[in-house]
């Protein structure tokens, strides 16, 4: 079966320091991966997807990039961290359309999320 | 575009009672729709689906969902309500099942003894 796992699950960090959140995903291959994030009292809000190695899409503009390194590796980063990327990371994976199996393209699967708080 | 609007940001309900949570999409293309659970501090979980067929969805722990085309409305209904049920509730559409899920904002249910 697939999972999903995301490290680490909380994290405080001081304005202007860096970040690395990481996230794998198992038992499939060529998925489709995304971060979102969840300020406290807000809706989801859609980062940055990936359909291969490589291909980044960014959603908006920020002060976050995402880079996926290996086919089910996806990594959120941030070279100087600002108060207003504190939040709830979730990050995120489907199955490519087409595929079969368990997990279609049509319904994504999150991991645990991450909690950042820059202070 | 795709857009989802939740009525009501927290829904109280007794312990037993019916639950009724609201989600209205805008979509361009026939839409799929989804609900998703987030307990606290946890990622989510998918509900329920809507995709093709049948418009009455049915998913884990007793909810189900009605998809109207007419009303562009997808609720998501349960009718007891149990203490375990409360948690935060986003329903969300994609056009055509793939990519850039949109999500509403979210409704929190609260159950009281």
């Known amino acids: 079966s697939q999972t999903i796992h995301q490290w680490p699950a909380t994290l405080v960090q001081p304005v202007g320091s860096p970040l690395s959140l990481e996230c794998t995903v198992e038992?499939?291959?060529?998925?489709?991966l995304y971060w979102y994030r969840q300020a406290a009292g807000r809706g989801l809000q859609l980062l940055f997807y990936?359909?291969?190695?490589?291909?980044i899409s960014s959603e908006v503009p920020q002060n976050l990039s995402a880079s996926r390194p290996q086919d089910r590796q996806f990594i959120l980063s941030s070279k100087k961290l600002l108060l207003s990327d504190s939040g709830f990371y979730l990050c995120?994976?489907?199955?490519?359309?087409?595929?079969?199996?368990?997990?279609?393209?049509?319904?994504?699967?999150f991991g645990e999320g991450s909690w950042l708080t820059v202070v | 575009a795709q857009s989802v609007t939740q009525l009501g940001s927290h829904v109280s309900v007794s312990e037993g009672a019916l639950v009724l949570l609201r989600c209205n999409y805008s979509?361009?293309?026939?839409?799929?729709l989804f609900w998703y659970v987030q307990y606290p501090n946890q990622g989510l979980q998918l509900l329920l689906k809507y995709t093709t067929g049948a418009t009455l969805v049915k998913g884990i722990n007793g909810f189900e969902a009605e998809f109207k085309k007419s009303e562009t409305s997808f609720h998501l209904t349960k009718p007891s309500a149990h203490m375990s049920d409360a948690a935060e509730y986003f329903c969300?559409?994609?056009?055509?099942?793939?990519?850039?899920?949109?999500f509403g904002t979210g409704t929190r249910l609260l159950v009281s003894p």
């Open positions: 995120a994976w489907n199955a490519p359309m087409g595929t079969g199996g368990r997990a279609s393209g049509n319904t994504i699967y």
């Open positions: 969300a559409v994609t056009p055509g099942g793939f990519q850039k899920l949109v």
């Open positions: 979509s361009s293309v026939p839409p799929y």
């Open positions: 038992g499939t291959s060529n998925p489709n």
């Open positions: 990936s359909v291969g190695i490589g291909q």
